[in-house]
């Protein structure tokens, strides 16, 4: 197998990976970070779920749209 082609196959299946955890991350409430002198800081993830899911969500459309240019080109 070509290597451009393993490289594809690796990245869709990594962006589909990353996918399953960033929904897990959008059922995240609050995250909290332990400082020095047990001080807490909680902060929402919700921003940057979302930011990381329309990245993720670009990248399988780009790939997509990259697949179908290659499948249904003319070849003369």
Same mark, same amino acid.
């Given at each position: 197998?070509?290597?451009?082609?393993?490289?594809?196959?690796?990245?869709?299946?990594?962006?589909?990976?990353?996918?399953?955890?960033?929904?897990?991350?959008?059922?995240?409430?609050? #995250?909290?970070? %332990? =400082? @020095? !002198?047990?001080?807490?800081?909680?902060?929402?993830?919700? #921003?940057?779920? %979302? =930011? @990381? !899911?329309?990245?993720?969500?670009?990248?399988?459309?780009?790939?997509?749209?990259?697949?179908?240019?290659?499948?249904?080109?003319?070849?003369?």
């Amino acid at each position: 197998m070509k290597k451009r082609a393993m490289f594809y196959i690796l990245l869709f299946l990594f962006n589909l990976f990353s996918l399953y955890f960033i929904m897990k991350l959008f059922a995240a409430d609050q #995250l909290v970070q %332990y =400082v @020095l !002198y047990e001080e807490n800081i909680s902060e929402s993830p919700r #921003l940057t779920a %979302y =930011v @990381l !899911y329309i990245c993720c969500l670009t990248n399988l459309y780009f790939q997509f749209f990259t697949w179908m240019e290659y499948f249904f080109k003319d070849k003369i």
